[in-house]
């Protein structure tokens, strides 16, 4: 049972406000304190603190607003208190500059809460549901090279080339070697498909001040310019509030909700960033010749190699991307018109040169105008997204089929033989007809999806298949219920809040070379096949010349629902 939310305007939704206020009034307090000799006493206090509310602020949070998993939050409140007893370490070891006592136990604190971040950011971005896939781990690694590269040339390789002993320029290495790791693992919480509540625009700002105060932390130690308390302290208390903030916020229990988007939409801010993050090997090495340094050049060549390729890869994805939804019917998750009339074309070459026998059968929905009209469009988008998942079930493995318009769909059928087309045509048509269609009134439709996440499958292995027909279906003497004026009855379910809608399919089919001897002569004849099976009386089939009676013998219509006679 989930925590109620306070309703908007409550005192509980601005906690988060007066937590701010209040660390911004304290952290002004500290900067106004004199450090005469060092550090001061009070100052160092109330440092400490502003630092350690954020662990507290956490443990409020969770109660308070109780999200669904609490452990990134866990681990991110065990970060700042590692953190705090780092700064409690440092503040009482030395007094004054920091240089003589680095590195120290305190800054083996501060190391060790990058892997808490990192651990509480990777659970956090796998529990918000969608991930970019392929393209979002491609547009971290631009990212995180572009970050890789900077932090060498600038960080890490300066430190290195100091005269300085082993353990000093191991912890000066660590830290920008932390923070780049932390970038990393922030890019993916960034390029996944989660919502974004205030609270995730708080922890973006708690994680940017790390990186960014983190970034200024070792040169200043190194310099022996740093003193606990003193000014660069202060970005390090704006990192404790972002964080207490973001655990207060009432958006924090959203924060792990899987987002309708996907995470690798090419967003404008998105684009932007890649762009900069590809320019960021030029402006580098530009940089190193006006400086006429060349120690990093091969770090820059290497980096530029990793970018482009890194580029080429997007580059496909996006061609890729853009291939499958020009094949893909959005409603149904079927292939396209544009895609059956090039694999016709294929199909029709390939049977007359090889010799074989290809079937088209056209598969048309009865009255399924009488169901709109009804119903509503929305049902009826139901009952397509259900026909389609019939016959995908009905299809083998290289067989294609898509909606060729409206209510009607195609199936392409390879290695044919000449009896096979009345006998897979009427298995066609009894495996959309097995049973009632029922469609929730109250929720959406869902999109079939190829079970490889890849462009929509030509076919998929129905339960008990048929070798050289190629089409699976369940036997069915007819639809239950008798028709009105519509040929549609149907009974209204309303208690269970769905649509209960028996619904038939006529079928013409055609076959190369019988009928035909190219693709717009085929589809004439099959298309032919098929005005004769509705003018018969819909709910059969028909191949080019001749039509088939309905399982049972019987003239009724296409379409007989539950509504309000069954």
């Given at each position: 049972?989930?925590?109620?939310?306070?309703?908007?305007?409550?005192?509980?939704?601005?906690?988060?406000?007066?937590?701010?206020?209040?660390?911004?009034?304290?952290?002004?307090?500290?900067?106004?304190?004199?450090?005469?000799?060092?550090?001061?006493?009070?100052?160092?206090?109330?440092?400490?603190?502003?630092?350690?509310?954020?662990?507290?602020?956490?443990?409020?949070?969770?109660?308070?607003?109780?999200?669904?998993?609490?452990?990134?939050?866990?681990?991110?409140?065990?970060?700042?208190?590692?953190?705090?007893?780092?700064?409690?370490?440092?503040?009482?070891?030395?007094?004054?500059?920091?240089?003589?006592?680095?590195?120290?136990?305190?800054?083996?604190?501060?190391?060790?809460?990058?892997?808490?971040?990192?651990?509480?950011?990777?659970?956090?971005?796998?529990?918000?549901?969608?991930?970019?896939?392929?393209?979002?781990?491609?547009?971290?690694?631009?990212?995180?090279?572009?970050?890789?590269?900077?932090?060498?040339?600038?960080?890490?390789?300066?430190?290195?080339?100091?005269?300085q002993s082993p353990l000093v320029s191991l912890a000066s290495?660590?830290?920008?070697?932390?923070?780049?790791?932390?970038?990393?693992?922030?890019?993916?919480?960034?390029?996944?498909?989660?919502?974004?509540?205030?609270?995730?625009?708080?922890?973006?700002?708690?994680?940017?001040?790390?990186?960014?105060?983190?970034?200024?932390?070792?040169?200043?130690?190194?310099?022996?310019?740093?003193?606990?308390?003193?000014?660069?302290?202060?970005?390090?208390?704006?990192?404790?509030?972002?964080?207490?903030?973001?655990?207060?916020?009432?958006?924090?229990?959203?924060?792990?909700?899987?987002?309708?988007?996907?995470?690798?939409?090419?967003?404008?801010?998105?684009?932007?960033?890649?762009?900069?993050a590809a320019l960021v090997a030029p402006v580098v090495l530009?940089?190193?010749?006006?400086?006429?340094?060349?120690?990093?050049?091969?770090?820059?060549?290497?980096?530029?190699?990793?970018?482009?390729?890194?580029?080429?890869?997007?580059?496909?994805?996006?061609?890729?991307?853009?291939?499958?939804?020009?094949?893909?019917?959005?409603?149904?998750?079927?292939?396209?018109?544009?895609?059956?009339?090039?694999?016709?074309?294929?199909?029709?070459?390939?049977?007359?040169?090889?010799?074989?026998?290809?079937?088209?059968?056209?598969?048309?929905?009865?009255?399924?105008?009488?169901?709109?009209?009804?119903?509503?469009?929305?049902?009826?988008?139901?009952?397509?997204?259900?026909?389609?998942?019939?016959?995908?079930?009905?299809?083998?493995?290289?067989?294609?089929?898509?909606?060729?318009?409206?209510?009607?769909?195609?199936?392409?059928?390879?290695?044919?033989?000449?009896?096979?087309?009345?006998?897979?045509?009427?298995?066609?048509?009894?495996?959309?007809?097995?049973?009632?269609?029922?469609?929730?009134?109250?929720?959406?439709t869902d999109h079939p999806t190829p079970p490889d996440g890849?462009?929509?499958?030509?076919?998929?292995?129905?339960?008990?298949?048929?070798?050289?027909?190629?089409?699976?279906?369940?036997?069915?003497?007819?639809?239950?219920?008798?028709?009105?004026?519509?040929?549609?009855?149907?009974?209204?379910?309303?208690?269970?809040?769905?649509?209960?809608?028996?619904?038939?399919?006529?079928?013409?089919?055609?076959?190369?070379?019988?009928?035909?001897?190219?693709?717009?002569?085929?589809?004439?004849?099959?298309?032919?096949?098929?005005?004769?099976?509705?003018?018969?009386?819909?709910?059969?089939?028909?191949?080019?010349?001749?039509?088939?009676?309905?399982?049972?013998?019987?003239?009724?219509?296409?379409?007989?629902?539950?509504?309000?006679?069954?």
């Amino acid at each position: 049972m989930t925590a109620a939310r306070p309703t908007a305007g409550a005192p509980a939704d601005r906690g988060w406000v007066w937590y701010l206020a209040g660390g911004l009034v304290l952290v002004a307090a500290s900067c106004a304190l004199p450090a005469a000799g060092g550090t001061s006493g009070p100052r160092v206090a109330l440092y400490l603190l502003v630092s350690g509310s954020a662990v507290v602020a956490v443990a409020v949070g969770r109660r308070r607003h109780g999200p669904a998993g609490s452990l990134p939050w866990w681990l991110f409140a065990a970060a700042q208190a590692i953190s705090v007893l780092g700064d409690a370490i440092l503040a009482g070891s030395r007094d004054g500059p920091g240089a003589d006592g680095f590195p120290g136990i305190g800054d083996a604190c501060h190391l060790a809460r990058y892997p808490l971040l990192m651990a509480g950011l990777m659970i956090l971005a796998r529990r918000r549901g969608r991930p970019g896939g392929v393209a979002g781990v491609l547009d971290s690694l631009m990212m995180a090279v572009a970050g890789a590269l900077v932090s060498w040339v600038y960080l890490v390789a300066p430190r290195l080339a100091l005269d300085q002993s082993p353990l000093v320029s191991l912890a000066s290495v660590a830290y920008p070697v932390g923070d780049l790791a932390l970038f990393a693992a922030s890019l993916r919480l960034f390029f996944d498909g989660g919502r974004r509540p205030p609270a995730f625009y708080l922890l973006a700002a708690h994680l940017a001040a790390v990186l960014a105060t983190d970034a200024r932390y070792v040169p200043r130690q190194l310099d022996g310019d740093y003193r606990v308390g003193g000014e660069l302290d202060v970005l390090w208390l704006a990192t404790a509030l972002f964080l207490g903030a973001a655990a207060l916020h009432p958006s924090m229990s959203r924060l792990e909700v899987g987002g309708t988007r996907p995470g690798a939409v090419l967003s404008v801010p998105r684009l932007l960033a890649l762009t900069a993050a590809a320019l960021v090997a030029p402006v580098v090495l530009a940089v190193q010749c006006v400086r006429g340094e060349t120690s990093g050049l091969v770090v820059v060549a290497v980096a530029s190699a990793a970018m482009f390729i890194l580029i080429i890869f997007r580059m496909a994805g996006l061609v890729a991307d853009q291939h499958r939804a020009a094949i893909t019917d959005v409603l149904t998750g079927l292939h396209t018109r544009r895609h059956l009339e090039g694999e016709l074309s294929a199909a029709v070459d390939r049977a007359l040169r090889d010799g074989t026998r290809l079937g088209l059968f056209l598969v048309d929905v009865d009255h399924f105008k009488a169901i709109n009209d009804r119903y509503g469009h929305l049902v009826g988008d139901g009952v397509l997204v259900e026909v389609a998942h019939r016959l995908q079930a009905a299809t083998r493995p290289g067989d294609v089929l898509g909606r060729y318009g409206g209510e009607e769909f195609a199936v392409l059928v390879t290695n044919l033989r000449e009896t096979d087309l009345a006998t897979v045509g009427e298995r066609l048509r009894r495996q959309v007809g097995s049973e009632p269609i029922r469609i929730s009134t109250r929720t959406t439709t869902d999109h079939p999806t190829p079970p490889d996440g890849g462009p929509p499958s030509s076919a998929s292995t129905g339960s008990g298949g048929l070798e050289g027909g190629g089409l699976a279906g369940s036997a069915r003497s007819g639809p239950a219920g008798g028709g009105n004026a519509d040929g549609v009855d149907t009974d209204e379910s309303e208690v269970r809040g769905e649509q209960v809608i028996a619904v038939t399919v006529s079928v013409g089919a055609a076959a190369v070379p019988t009928h035909a001897a190219d693709p717009f002569h085929l589809f004439g004849a099959a298309d032919d096949a098929l005005y004769a099976a509705k003018s018969a009386g819909r709910d059969r089939v028909a191949v080019s010349g001749r039509a088939l009676p309905p399982a049972g013998g019987d003239d009724q219509l296409a379409v007989s629902g539950a509504s309000e006679a069954l």
